[in-house]
């Protein structure tokens, strides 16, 4: 699988992410920060975070191929690799058809892009590739160190681990939200997991996991929010998370919903780490 990134790490957007918030969240034993948002293809919120810590392990989720040429991304990475070494994932991916007007053939577009990425010296394990779907995730173990989903279930990893098999990354993402009031939790969630109805990527794949139009209608049913933003005490959330590990992930990044995430940081590495 290349770089170690442990059982558990966090996603967090780059804007929210900074050293002090990385030194914290290294001392609770996290093995991984994962920058989300389509971080910027310089990287430098990557090396950042790395220059503040000294060991966790950085990844980016993700760098959005139509955004940032893969020539610039391999300077980058390089830069980074050279300084702190086994120590950076670079995650990379289509990001969604609705936001980019140069959206074409996206699975030909990342494989060009794998391409370029070979070209410049950028090694597989070094990379990995966002994937929902059963030929991305193939591509993913074929041509990266793995996959890399986002905004789907424990089914969804145990399906995805039948398409690796054994020895590819296989690094999904989990939102959670400390509360355990129902209805004060759902609303958290349902802020976040509604803006993703309103793309194909995702309504398409969670359609396949057996979710109805129903379920997706609006900004999303009960059981949808219940599944994709995992809430209750701290041992509730732990469990939703674990059973991504128990279906054949190597790696949960979870990403906390709550206002204030720090303290859900300190909270779920009591039970989970």
């Given at each position: ?32 920060i994962w920058i989300g948002g389509s ?85 597989v394990e070094g990379r990995a590739l ?144």
């Open positions: 699988m290349g770089i170690e990134l442990g059982r558990i790490g966090i996603w967090q957007l780059e804007g929210v992410l900074t050293p002090e918030l990385a030194r914290e969240v290294e001392e609770l034993g996290y093995g991984a971080p910027s293809g310089d990287l430098a919120k990557a090396e950042q975070l790395l220059d503040a810590t000294k060991s966790i392990k950085v990844a980016t989720g993700i760098v959005n191929i139509w955004k940032d040429d893969a020539a610039t991304v391999a300077e980058a990475y390089k830069r980074i690799a050279a300084k702190h070494p086994d120590r950076f994932l670079l995650g990379i991916g289509a990001g969604h058809r609705e936001h980019t007007a140069e959206f074409k053939k996206p699975y030909t577009a990342l494989v060009e892009y794998l391409d370029a990425l070979d070209a410049a010296g950028v090694p966002a994937a929902l779907g059963p030929k991305v995730i193939k591509l993913a173990g074929d041509r990266t160190a793995g996959a890399h989903p986002y905004l789907m279930t424990p089914e969804h990893s145990r399906q995805a681990r039948e398409i690796l098999g054994e020895g590819p990354l296989l690094a999904p993402e989990q939102k959670v939200v400390l509360e355990t009031d129902p209805e004060k939790a759902r609303a958290i969630g349902r802020g976040t997991v509604k803006y993703y109805l309103g793309l194909v990527n995702y309504t398409n794949s969670l359609r396949k996991l057996g979710f109805t139009d129903e379920d997706l209608a609006g900004e999303g049913s009960d059981r949808l929010v219940d599944a994709l933003a995992v809430h209750g005490d701290a041992e509730t959330v732990a469990r939703g998370v674990t059973a991504h590990l128990e279906a054949g992930a190597d790696h949960v990044n979870i990403q906390v919903l709550n206002s204030d995430p720090l303290p859900v940081y300190r909270a779920l590495a009591g039970v989970l780490l």
